[in-house]
Every structure is written in C-alpha cells, then in structure tokens.
C-alpha cells in the first residue's frame, strides 16, 4: 500500500470551529489531492497541490483552504466549519499527475459537524 | 460537459454471476478512464483503465468495454465473487493532462450473494 496517513481519522466538532486535516505521504510523490465523499455525490474534488506551495481549486473549494510547505504534507482547513461539510475526506497522492498516473488514496477521515 | 453518469446505483449478483456496471460522459476530450474500487473503510483503488483507441482491455475476472461514438463505458466482473463485494467507481480524465482533473462517477455499491 501506498505511504499515506490521514489524521485524524475520525473527528467530531461544532459549527464555526476550525477544523485541520492532515495528509502525510512517504512515497515523495509530487501531487497531492483532497477529495469528499458524500452519499449520492460520489468524490469531489475539493483542492490539489502539484508542489510544494503550489496549490489549485477543484469543483467544491468554497469554505476550505489548503497548504502544503513540505512535499510530505497537504492540510486542508475548515475555517469556520458548517453542517453542511460533514462528510468523509480523502487524500490521494499522485507520481506526476498526468492522466494515466494512478492515484492513491488513504483510509479517509470522518468528519461529523454538530 | 464534465459530468460522468453511473448507473446502476446498487447491484445485487449471485455468486458466479456477471455484474455489468455502465457509465457514460459528455467531454469528448477525455481520453483516459480508469475505475476504482472502495471497500467499506477504506480508499479507493485502482482497479483497471482504458485508454478510447482500443474496445476492450480485460484483466482476469475484469473487464473494460468501451463505445467511443456512444461515449459510454462499461464494467464487466464476470464470475463474480463475495469478495467483489464493494464499491466501484468510474472516471475519465486526460490522458496526458496534469491538472487534478479526474473525474468520477457517483459511484456503484455491488453486492455478490453466495
């Protein structure tokens, strides 16, 4: 299996209280993406990052920011978190990011916002 | 434009049966489709892709047909097994593309009954 930790791997929290996200790879793979998964709505990309403090948006950005200031590790924040962002989140990690790389997910993290 | 259709939503196959799973797409740019696999738990997988330059690719009880002037693809698990029990996601993307830009269906929750 590929090098990648999600943590924490299942959180509880109230709206409008920050929430952080971290992904840790081992693999040194240069793109890094975070992914919700919801019922109905399959996976969604939230926001990716093809280096270190190179970022972009994905389809369902609003309400989430990332960062990423080491090849190793891609966070993804919840400034002020809604109901509506209770969901399961999921990191994948990506060799070059081109279209026949596969991407490689972890074990996700389970968020519930009160 | 950049949506990918799934259907059926849930499937219920007898063991040694043959679980057919369709999708279909509207960006006649996308030329790479690959289909993961989530059990209960965990990430996705890999499963098999395609590539739109050839109908068929098969991989053990696996297998890809593709219809490029339908623009629809399909997964075949022939001989199906309780241990295919899971998750199966289609997506499409851009074979040479960089950008984060995989898309996925809403996804596929097959049952195999023994």
């Known amino acids: 299996d590929a090098g990648i930790t999600q943590s924490p791997r299942h959180k509880v929290t109230e709206t409008g209280t920050p929430v952080t996200l971290r992904c840790h790879q081992t693999e040194n793979h240069r793109y890094m993406y975070w992914y919700r998964q919801d019922p109905g709505h399959g996976l969604r990309l939230i926001h990716y990052?093809?280096?270190?403090?190179?970022?972009d948006k994905g389809e369902v950005s609003d309400g989430y920011s990332v960062s990423r200031s080491k090849t190793e590790d891609f966070l993804l924040t919840l400034e002020s978190a809604t109901s509506s962002q209770t969901s399961v989140y999921f990191c994948a990690i990506s060799e070059s990011g081109a279209g026949d790389q596969p991407q490689h997910f972890g074990d996700g993290t389970r968020l519930s916002i009160l | 434009q950049q949506q990918v259709k799934q259907s059926p939503q849930s499937l219920i196959v007898q063991k040694g049966g043959i679980s057919i799973i369709n999708c279909a797409y509207e960006?006649?740019?996308?030329?790479?489709f690959p289909w993961y696999q989530q059990f209960p738990g965990k990430g996705p997988a890999l499963l098999i892709a395609?590539?739109?330059?050839?109908s068929e690719k098969k991989e053990g009880r696996f297998t890809i047909s593709f219809n490029k002037s339908a623009k629809q693809f399909s997964l075949h698990i022939m001989d199906s097994q309780p241990g295919d029990s899971a998750t199966y996601f289609c997506a499409a993307c851009f074979y040479g593309g960089s950008q984060g830009n995989l898309i996925f269906g809403k996804g596929t929750k097959l049952s195999v009954k023994p």
């Open positions: 960006n006649t740019a996308f030329d790479y």
């Open positions: 990052s093809y280096g270190v403090k190179d970022t």
């Open positions: 395609i590539r739109p330059d050839v």
